[in-house]
């Protein structure tokens, strides 16, 4: 009888168990099973959004959180998530996005004109810009909370749904404010009816966007600075035909640049977005357009800084660095109102020295400095962890911290040191004696080391100014890392070692960093040569100071020597 109990409980117990080991295997399998089901629906619904945007005539994007009050312009209804296209404004949520494409037309960059010749209005409905005024009412517009009013997404202007039709031109649109910055798609349409070698008709058809036509092209580096590159390229679709706005990690400046040829020859201007290596990469590509016999179609460069030194920007009167402090807008009124001068480039040869090397010396391109010393050594390590980590170096605070830790080190380490005993220079053919130097900069800009003042900085002595287009070069020594930080706060001067049309640097023994705009590398002996290559249009924003000493007698000579306007009949919008 006693056994038969004790038998009942442990079954009982044996069962208890099992069901406590379901109901545990249940608990652990379930939630798995739903996260694999999520993913898997997650995953799905991901590539079909990238389905439908890669098949899209519109440029979206998603978005988890749309950063003003929005509602798609398919079903009317608020969203909080969604994709919007950077082109004409469009958004739609997730549910809607295959209506949107087959409803609601983008942005054309190619059509054509209308019977009288000129271009329509193209209406973008809701979600119009905050603080938007109405055309003709001059009242507020989105002031409801729901899907109103229209924007046209060529000249910008905004009107409410009962005003639209009291529209004065009607349907004719101007293109706005910038229209003198933007190609019209009418224009496009037209010049691909020409057959090729008829580039003289494009200046009879450029009569048709007026006389002070300057289109733009907006070239930006994602990879610059503060990665503000994609978000830049998107404002600049909404404001200017899409066909203008290049991304570099996607499309080289050299096809970019292509664009100039199907534009009026002189009047192109190319905004570069991004740092002091970016803009000689589109100066390369330019120099490149002139030897294959298009330089009528070179454009004038300007600059927007998106880099870490960014110092042919501060040169050229466009700051130290952008991050978003002004609209883009604004970026194009600048571009509008800014003078053009002439930018003298050069040529760095390098002739390795050696038995065995029988390679064709380097050639490498120089718009802003070449030094041998500390700076290149703190830009060759900035440039190796960089590569290794590239994650890391996306914040420009960060890339300056950096450099002054790599700057640090070597005032500990100087390694650089002795360098009056390794290398020779030559100034327009005569050796120049040199001081215990530890570093040499060869200047053809303003400013150097992220915004400092070399040549014409702090020195009582009178020098002549730095110009852009005066075929000279300034040639400068360092007496190390802890030198170059005093410089770059103004307690102390650089040696001033001459100025040339050439310099000849020889380098004897040992291996030593060296940079060009900001590339640097690890040189052995050698023979470098700095030669005028040639001259570049560029454009100089003079409304901007650059430095807080600009009522200094130099300064002012300075500024008043990159003023000097290049005479040109297509400069002026």
Not at 308 to 323: F, I, K, M, P, Q
Request: hydrophobic content about 35%; overall charge neutral.
């Amino acid at each position: 009888m006693e056994a038969d109990e004790v038998n009942g409980e442990s079954a009982v117990d044996s069962r208890d168990e099992w069901t406590l080991l379901a109901w545990t295997a249940l608990a652990v399998a379930v939630p798995v099973i739903i996260t694999l089901w999520c993913s898997v629906q997650r995953s799905k619904r991901k590539m079909l959004i990238k389905d439908i945007f890669r098949r899209s005539k519109h440029g979206w994007h998603y978005t988890d959180l749309f950063n003003k009050p929005t509602y798609c312009c398919v079903c009317s209804q608020h969203i909080i998530q969604g994709a919007f296209c950077d082109c004409c404004g469009v958004c739609a949520d997730e549910q809607c996005l295959r209506r949107a494409d087959r409803s609601l037309p983008c942005k054309e960059i190619m059509a054509p004109a209308q019977a009288d010749g000129s271009l329509a209005h193209r209406w973008a409905r809701g979600n119009v810009p905050l603080c938007s005024y109405c055309a003709v009412c001059k009242q507020q517009c989105g002031t409801q909370p729901k899907l109103c009013d229209y924007r046209c997404v060529w000249c910008q202007i905004t009107v409410h749904e009962d005003c639209r039709a009291g529209l004065q031109d009607g349907s004719r649109c101007d293109l706005g404010e910038f229209r003198s910055l933007i190609v019209p798609p009418h224009y496009l349409h037209r010049v691909n009816k020409l057959r090729r070698g008829q580039s003289e008709e494009h200046s009879k058809l450029a009569e048709m966007c007026g006389s002070g036509w300057t289109p733009v092209l907006v070239l930006a580096n994602t990879r610059s600075g503060n990665n503000m590159g994609e978000a830049l390229l998107r404002e600049f679709r909404t404001v200017l035909n899409p066909v203008q706005v290049f991304d570099l990690s996607e499309l080289p400046p050299a096809k970019a640049l292509q664009l100039c040829v199907l534009l009026p020859a002189g009047s192109v201007r190319v905004l570069v977005c991004g740092g002091d290596g970016t803009v000689g990469w589109v100066l390369d590509a330019i120099d490149a357009m002139k030897l294959k016999g298009q330089e009528q179609f070179a454009p004038q460069v300007t600059i927007l800084p998106l880099g870490t030194g960014n110092d042919l920007s501060n040169t050229l009167g466009w700051g130290a660095g952008y991050a978003g402090e002004i609209p883009v807008e604004q970026v194009l009124r600048n571009i509008m109102d800014a003078e053009v001068v002439k930018m003298d480039r050069w040529k760095v040869q390098i002739a390795s020295k050696g038995y065995y090397n029988f390679r064709k010396p380097k050639v490498l391109s120089m718009n802003n400095y070449f030094s041998v010393g500390p700076d290149a050594l703190m830009a060759l390590n900035f440039h190796a962890h960089r590569e290794k980590t590239p994650s890391l170096f996306s914040s420009r605070i960060i890339n300056k911290a950096v450099y002054f830790f790599y700057g640090t080190k070597d005032c500990l380490v100087q390694e650089c040191k002795d360098l009056d005993k390794r290398i020779e220079l030559e100034l327009d053919g005569e050796r120049v004696p040199l001081p215990s130097l530890e570093g040499i900069i060869v200047c053809n800009i303003r400013y150097w080391g992220g915004g400092c003042r070399l040549w014409d900085g702090m020195g009582d002595e009178p020098c002549p100014p730095t110009r852009l287009d005066d075929g000279l070069l300034e040639v400068l020594g360092v007496f190390g890392s802890f030198h170059c930080a005093q410089i770059q706060v103004k307690l102390a001067n650089p040696v001033r070692l001459g100025q040339a049309h050439t310099v000849r640097m020889v380098l004897k023994s040992s291996r030593m960093p060296m940079q060009v705009d900001g590339e640097p590398w690890a040189q052995g002996p050698c023979t470098i040569t700095i030669t005028h290559k040639t001259q570049t249009l560029m454009l100089y924003h003079s409304a901007e100071q650059t430095d807080d000493d600009d009522d200094d007698s130099s300064s002012s000579d300075t500024d008043a020597a990159l003023k000097q306007p290049v005479p040109n009949s297509n400069s002026a919008p």
